[in-house]
Structures are given as structure tokens and as C-alpha cells.
T-cell receptor
Framework: DTGVSQDPRHKITKRGQNVTFRCDPI?????LYWYRQTLGQGPEFLTY????????KSRLLSDRFSAERPKGSFSTLEIQRTEQGDSAMYLC??????????????FGEGSRLTVL | GEDVEQSLFLSVREGDSSVINCTYT??????LYWYKQEPGAGLQLLTY?????DMKQDQRLTVLLNKKDKHLSLRIADTQTGDSAIYFC???????????FGKGTLLTVNP
């Protein structure tokens, strides 16, 4: 399978703990995105990478959140000192470089975070 | 700012047509998209339309775009139980790299 893969699929943690999610994009895609989806809502943009450069961060991404894409391939999203409000599905997506395709995002199946 | 609105629920009988509507605010959107999300699965692109088009047909799917009213619709002909899912409308805005999604329309197809 050459789609976007995310790990873990589900994480249950206690409030105050740190969690890290990993995303492996489609190999030829140089753009990578993190979105957050809560129950009854559509995905909300968190951050975007082009290769290893993080080019935009949403206001939703507080200073407890950090995302990296060190070699321009896989990415990690870390949440420090988790709060119950962080409970959500964290979606990763990738896309080809600008000028190729229709701007379509290819999504992974998501990592569901439950903070107790 | 960017905003995408869509009705939350739609229920149809198997074999009928389904029409899901969406309104958006960003007139600079180059593309508009319909994504489908099945339970426990990620979002999958269903279809898209370029902003200079009025209509796009793809098998059972028909997308209509009214740029003047900033209204987008998705029609599914001969709706099947396998079409039951949440359908998200999304716009690209002027950024060319991020999408703004609506809250999704839950389509329920009754046998």
C-alpha cells in the first residue's frame, strides 16, 4: 500500500502526558499537512510542510504542539502536557508539489487521541 | 474569512437521487472539492471542480457550481447503501496549499 500511513491509530493517555504521532506521506509528495478533526466537525488545518520547511502554522497550534519533518519525508506531531480538549482525530495528508495535480490532498486514516 | 457551510443530515431511499448542498465564501478558490468519509476511515476525494466550470459529471456524480452565489452541490444518482457516509465540501481559497472544510453532511441511505 503506497498511501499515507499514520501511527498509532489510537492513543489513550492521561492528562498531562506527552504524545507523539507519526505520518509517512506518499513517497513522491513533497507537501505534508496536519489537520485536526473533532466530533461533528470537518478537518481543521494545523500546519503545513514543503519538504522539511514548516511554512505555516494555524492559531489552533498552541505552544504545546510541535511538528517536525526533519528529512522532508515522514513527519511527527508532538503534543506536550495533553489536555482533555486535545482529544480529537489527528489527520495527516500529503500532496504533490505546486503545479502538479489539482491541489487534492491525500489523507491517512488518522490517529485518534483520547485524553482522560 | 473563509467559511464553508453545508447541511448536516440527509436521508434518502435506495435508488433515489441525493443532493448535498454547500456554500462557501472565498471567491478566490481555484478548486472546490467533495470528500467522502466512511466510518473509521480517512477522507477520500470523491470529485472536484475547477472554478471556471459550471458542471462536472463523473459516472453517478454530478457537481454543479454557481460562482455568483458561491454555491456548490453534489448529486448522487441511484444512491446505494454503500454511499452512506459523511460528505465534506472543501475550498482551496487563494492559498494553493490548504483546504477549508465544511462540517460535513451525513448521508443515510435506507433500503
Amino acid at each position: 500500500d503506497t498511501g499515507v500511513s499514520q501511527d498509532p491509530r489510537h492513543k489513550i493517555t492521561k492528562r498531562g502526558q506527552n504524545v507523539t504521532f507519526r505520518c509517512d506521506p506518499i513517497s513522491e509528495h513533497n507537501r505534508l499537512y496536519w489537520y485536526r478533526q473533532t466530533l461533528g466537525q470537518g478537518p481543521e488545518f494545523l500546519t503545513y510542510f514543503q519538504n522539511e520547511a514548516q511554512l505555516e502554522k494555524s492559531r489552533l497550534l498552541s505552544d504545546r504542539f510541535s511538528a517536525e519533518r526533519p528529512k522532508g519525508s515522514f513527519s511527527t506531531l508532538e503534543i506536550q502536557r495533553t489536555e482533555q480538549g486535545d482529544s480529537a482525530m489527528y489527520l495527516c495528508a500529503s500532496s504533490p508539489r505546486q503545479g502538479r495535480g489539482t491541489g487534492e490532498l491525500f489523507f491517512g486514516e488518522g490517529s485518534r487521541l483520547t485524553v482522560l | 474569512g473563509e467559511d464553508v457551510e453545508q447541511s448536516l443530515f440527509l436521508s434518502v431511499r435506495e435508488g433515489d437521487s441525493s443532493v448535498i448542498n454547500c456554500t462557501y465564501t472565498d471567491s478566490s478558490s481555484t478548486y472546490l472539492y467533495w470528500y467522502k468519509q466512511e466510518p473509521g476511515a480517512g477522507l477520500q476525494l470523491l470529485t472536484y471542480i475547477f472554478s471556471n466550470m459550471d458542471m462536472k459529471q463523473d459516472q453517478r456524480l454530478t457537481v454543479l457550481l454557481n460562482k455568483k452565489d458561491k454555491h456548490l452541490s453534489l448529486r448522487i444518482a441511484d444512491t446505494q447503501t454503500g454511499d452512506s457516509a459523511i460528505y465534506f465540501c472543501a475550498e482551496s481559497g487563494g492559498s494553493n496549499y490548504k483546504l477549508t472544510f465544511g462540517k460535513g453532511t451525513l448521508l443515510t441511505v435506507n433500503p
